[in-house]
DNA sequence: CAAGATTGAGCCCTCAATCTTA
DNA sequence: TAAGATTGAGGGCTCAATCTTG
């Protein structure tokens, strides 16, 4: 009977399954979406969660946070945005070093008529795949490990306006 | 009573979960990893699947399938991965436009004195944080979603030896 | 011509340094 | 001095084109 080596442990397993499922949702989604919609992941994920904040604006830090990115990748990703006329820089009056991303009417307009069809590609890859209780379940779980490794994600609620 | 509108639609907080937990747990585990190790994430992924596979070698292609990497990607990740004395090429004897990536004595007692460090910190911020029944679960959950979008991920057994 | 692997060009991200404001 | 945002330099990836072998 052969030794059970570390290299076949079953956490590596698990760990490995949730890195390919991620991989191959992303990278499914991004094609669809892409060709739908000619928006890639990043700039969707930008739009969505300045579609779902109050004034549709987030601070440059909040939103870097976010999106897992660093300040200056950020700065980069909202020139392009702001260069295709999705998203507007505002300035903070009460803080001047601080900055606000704002969804433009356009975006607005772009990120809603996007999004019908990615829910349904959202369903077709990865929800309807799971009954109700796998789908709570796996909700229940995934929120555990987000809380303990993802600093900032979408637990800090947008500062108040100012 | 508001409206839900389609930004708010729970199918893409069950998404958003998974990309979430995903990206955090990449974060801090790579952190950990290059200071333990030295090593970077992909590095160690290469790794870990060449430590997996009879006679620790995977065919270029099969190997860049595994790791969502383009054939193109993989060729660099390989140069570096030879040039640091890790892996090494051979030419496939039957079929001389293909080669393996083999890993080199070196590159398995790296991978070796990463591990038991690597699994501590991957029980630390992933596997300890649900019962065994959520593991159970949460594997069937991702090894369903894995399997439909997932091409050609670990599905495919290494090919035969030539 | 098709398949496996590599190369050149270009994109997007990070790190470190810088500028401005608190 | 610290915090927010930006810029320059450099790394790693993809796409398209190329070379070799089947």
Known sequence: MA????????????????????AGLVNELSK???TE???STQWFGVML??????????????????????SSGLTR???????????????CPSDRRGSYAALTPSGKR???????????????????????????DLEKALRKVRDAVYPQGLVNGPRAAC
């Open 3 to 22: 030794m059970a080596s570390p290299v076949d442990d079953e956490r590596l397993t698990l760990a490995g399954l949730l890195f390919e499922a991620n």
């Open 32 to 34: 669809r979406l892409e």
């Open 37 to 39: 919609s000619g928006l």
């Open 49 to 70: 969660r300045l579609a779902r904040s109050p004034g549709q604006r987030l601070r440059m830090t909040d939103l870097a946070a976010q999106l897992t990115l660093t």
């Open 77 to 91: 990703v909202v020139d392009r945005l702001e260069e295709a006329g999705y998203v507007r820089r505002e300035t």
């Open 110 to 136: 772009k990120i809603e008529s996007a999004l019908p069809k990615h829910l349904d590609d959202l369903d077709e890859c990865f929800i309807s795949l799971l009954t109700d209780r796998e789908r709570r």
